[in-house]
């Protein structure tokens, strides 16, 4: 059973950094393709960036490119997002999710595993 166990959330500044892990267990993950996900309060889930983790090949959303990093450890099994010029518009429950396919997905409805969430707050 695929176990997602995100951590590193809390309460920033704004123009500062957070790094958000996601350890991942229950299977091998290397035929698989990893997310983060964000959902705000009263807004849908929105895709934030994905990693396959068989070559590494990463996808952002265009509202945290070049600000946004996700990367993974092997050894460790774990995802990371680093997220650095932090805006209060970053404020959401971040999400780590697990899709068996080398294929990025954007949608959350192509992910089949998730963690459960980790608070970000930016304050002005």
């Known amino acids: 059973q695929v176990q997602l166990v995100e951590s590193g959330g809390g309460l920033v500044q704004a123009g500062t950094s957070l790094r958000l892990s996601c350890a991942a267990s229950?299977?091998?993950?290397?035929?698989?393709?990893m997310g983060w996900f964000r959902q705000a309060p009263g807004k849908e889930r929105e895709f934030v960036a994905a990693i396959r983790w068989d070559d590494g090949s990463t996808y952002y959303a265009d509202s945290v490119k070049g600000r946004f990093t996700i990367s993974r450890d092997n050894a460790k099994n774990t995802v990371y997002l680093q997220m650095n010029s932090l805006k209060p518009e970053d404020t959401a429950v971040y999400y780590c999710?697990?899709?068996?396919?080398?294929?990025?997905?954007?949608?959350?409805?192509?992910?089949?595993?998730w963690g459960q969430g980790t608070q970000v707050t930016v304050s002005s």
């Open positions: 999710a697990a899709r068996p396919y080398t294929i990025i997905g954007t949608m959350p409805g192509a992910y089949d595993y």
């Open positions: 229950g299977r091998t993950f290397s035929s698989y393709a």
